[in-house]
T-cell receptor, first 114, second 116 residues
C-alpha cells in the first residue's frame, strides 16, 4: 500500500545530542513537509521541500536541519541547538505544490529528552 | 493573528448525539482551500475533506457533513449520530498559495470524546 512511513515511533535524546527522524514515502509525491505538534496546539511547519535537492525553511526551522537527496526520503535532524525538542513530529507529502492538494501524513515520531 | 481558529478545545458527547465542530478562518486571498483532518490516538492525520473558495455547496458524506459560509468565514463540521470511533482530535486547515508554495495553516484542534 502507498503511504508515508516515519521511524522510529518513539525517540529519546540526550543533552547535546543530534538525532535524526526518518520519513519515507512511496506515493511518488514531489513535495514533502515536516511539522511539529505540541500539546493543545496545531501543527507548525519546520521545513518543506518541493523537489529533490531543494528545501526551504518553514516557520520554526531554528535548531533543525533536513536533506532531500531522494524523492522518497526527507529526513529531519533535531540538533543540539534546539533547546526544547520534546514534541510530536509529523511528516507529510503532497502531489505537487498547488494549494488544492491535500497533504498526506505519516504516523509521527514522539521525541523526548532523557 | 490566527489564520484558523477552532474555539472549542474539547467536546464530550454521548454516543448517537449530533455534534458540530466550529472552524473560523481568515484570509485576504480570493482563491484558497479549506480542509478537515482527523487525528485518532495513533497520531496520523487522516484527510477528510477539501473545499475550494468558489464552492459554497454543503457536502454530506455518510454521517459527516460540512457547512461552508464565506459570509462568516466559517467551515463547520457536523457528525450525525456520533459513535465511539469518532473520538479523535479534529483539525481544520486553510491552504493558500504563498510564492507558489502550498502553505497550510492549521487550527489548534478540537478534541472530541464520544462516550458509550
Amino acid at each position: 500500500d502507498g503511504g508515508i512511513t516515519q521511524s522510529p515511533k518513539y525517540l529519546f535524546r540526550k543533552e547535546g545530542q543530534n538525532v535524526t527522524l526518518s520519513c519515507e514515502q512511496n506515493l511518488n509525491h514531489d513535495a514533502m513537509y515536516w511539522y511539529r505538534q505540541d500539546p493543545g496546539q496545531g501543527l507548525r511547519l519546520i521545513y518543506y521541500s518541493q523537489i529533490v535537492n531543494d528545501f526551504q525553511k518553514g516557520d520554526i526551522a531554528e535548531g533543525y536541519s533536513v536533506s532531500r537527496e531522494k524523492k522518497e526520503s526527507f529526513p529531519l535532524t533535531v540538533t543540539s541547538a534546539q533547546k526544547n525538542p520534546t514534541a510530536f513530529y509529523l511528516c507529510a507529502s503532497s502531489n505537487g505544490m498547488g494549494s488544492n492538494q491535500p497533504q498526506h501524513f505519516g504516523d509521527g515520531t514522539r521525541l523526548s529528552i532523557l | 493573528a490566527q489564520k484558523v481558529t477552532q474555539a472549542q478545545t474539547e467536546i464530550s458527547v454521548v454516543e448517537k448525539e449530533d455534534v458540530t465542530l466550529d472552524c473560523v478562518y481568515e484570509t485576504r486571498d480570493t482563491t484558497y482551500y479549506l480542509f478537515w483532518y482527523k487525528q485518532p490516538p495513533s497520531g496520523e492525520l487522516v484527510f477528510l475533506i477539501r473545499r475550494n473558495s468558489f464552492d459554497e455547496q454543503n457536502e454530506i458524506s455518510g454521517r459527516y457533513s460540512w457547512n461552508f459560509q464565506k459570509s462568516t468565514s466559517s467551515f463547520n463540521f457536523t457528525i450525525t449520530a456520533s459513535q465511539v470511533v469518532d473520538s479523535a482530535v479534529y483539525f481544520c486547515a486553510l491552504s493558500e498559495a504563498v510564492y507558489g508554495f502550498n502553505k497550510f495553516y492549521f487550527g489548534s484542534g478540537t478534541k472530541l470524546n464520544v462516550k458509550p
